[in-house]
Structures are given as structure tokens and as C-alpha cells.
């Protein structure tokens, strides 16, 4: 009994242990939105505190495993979004459907600046009744700020896809790109003059 003990003792500590990090990591949530090209969003929500990661994706179609150029066809029904993973101990989703209102304009239909297509649209994808009464109440808010109608969608997220590998981490793999260096630089650049992200 003197020899098992201390290995129960190492059992129970394991486990302990294993718990403790299961709740730690279960304590990350997602939130996944779409407001224009993924590249500029996946951007934008890089440089704010408290999200861990965000992967540019697809989602809100009926296509199977999409690829980028059958998205960009417009037969899949799918949106670039950016799917966020986030620790609420340090940003509220709340703050973050801020983020996404003030990251984008919620009022054009289909389109973002000269990026024109159904894939382009704004929508916020919720996994709860929480998240869904979030975004209402967001939508409302940020309806304030503008004069034109809000086209936002607010919908279930049924599957999130992940685009290929070259579409992740863009702005930051291909700052010269000219692209990154019309649009998105100039968009985040603007929020971090206004407090909304942080600094690179």
C-alpha cells in the first residue's frame, strides 16, 4: 500500500491537472463574421487584444469544402468571413461586434469599396442565443451612426470552412502586395489612429 500510494497520488494530480486545462482552454469562444474581403477583416481583428486567433474562411453557402474561385463564381452562396478566437476574460463579444461595425460599412449591400459579389456581404454568423441577441442589439446601436439602412445579416452559423492555406495571414505575409497596400493598410491604419486595435 506504501508503494501504490504515491503513484494514486500521481494519478489524482494528472487528472487534476488535465481538468484544470480542459476548463482553462474551453474558457476561448469564436465569432465569426463576414464584412467584405477576408483579408482585411482577418487584419483588423489580428491587432486586437484579447482575440488568440483568426482564420479567414467561408461560410453561409450550400457548397461543400468551397474552394476560393468557386466562391468567387457565385454559386456556392458562401461569404468570406473570418472566423475569431477570442478569450472573454479579455474582450466581450460585444466589443467585438463593435469592432466589426466600425471595421467595415454595414450599409452596402454586397460590396465593399470596389469589391463587388454576394461573397462580399456583411453578416454576422451567431452559435447562440446570446451571441444572436448580441448582435441584434449591436446592429441597432450601430444603426445610429448611420443614414442609410444597416444590411447586415444576423444568421445561424451552420459550418464554417477554412480557405486554402495561402489566403491566412495575408496582410502580414504580403504587406508590398498591392492590395494590402491600398486597401488594407490604409483601413487599419485609420482604426488604430481612432483606439479601435492596437498598434503592430
Not at 494530480?13 to 488535465?18: G, I, K, N, Q, V
Not at 489566403?167 to 492590395?179: E, I
Request: proline share 5%; hydrophobic share 35%.
Amino acid at each position: 500500500m506504501k508503494v501504490r500510494l504515491p503513484v494514486i497520488l500521481l494519478s489524482l494530480f494528472t487528472a487534476m491537472t488535465l481538468q484544470a486545462a480542459d476548463k482553462s482552454a474551453s474558457k476561448h469562444e469564436f465569432a465569426t463574421f463576414g464584412g467584405g474581403c477576408f483579408w482585411c477583416m482577418e487584419a483588423v481583428f489580428q491587432r486586437v487584444p484579447g482575440v488568440i486567433h483568426s482564420t479567414s474562411g467561408y461560410s453561409g453557402g450550400t457548397t461543400d469544402n468551397p474552394t476560393y474561385e468557386q466562391v468567387c463564381g457565385h454559386g456556392t452562396g458562401h461569404a468570406e468571413v473570418i472566423q475569431v478566437e477570442y478569450d472573454p476574460a479579455l474582450i466581450s463579444y460585444d466589443k467585438l461586434l463593435g469592432i466589426f461595425f466600425e471595421a467595415h460599412d454595414p450599409t452596402t449591400l454586397n460590396r465593399q469599396g470596389a469589391d463587388e459579389g454576394d461573397q462580399y456581404r456583411s453578416v454576422i454568423f451567431y452559435t447562440s442565443k446570446e451571441q444572436h441577441e448580441a448582435a441584434l442589439r449591436a446592429k441597432a446601436a450601430a444603426q445610429k451612426e448611420y443614414d442609410d439602412p444597416i444590411v447586415t445579416e444576423i444568421v445561424p452559423l451552420k459550418k464554417f470552412w477554412p480557405a486554402e492555406a495561402y489566403h491566412q495571414d495575408y496582410f502580414n505575409q504580403h504587406p508590398g502586395q498591392g492590395y494590402c497596400t491600398f486597401v488594407i493598410r490604409p483601413k487599419v491604419k485609420k482604426l488604430q489612429s481612432k483606439g479601435v486595435i492596437s498598434k503592430d
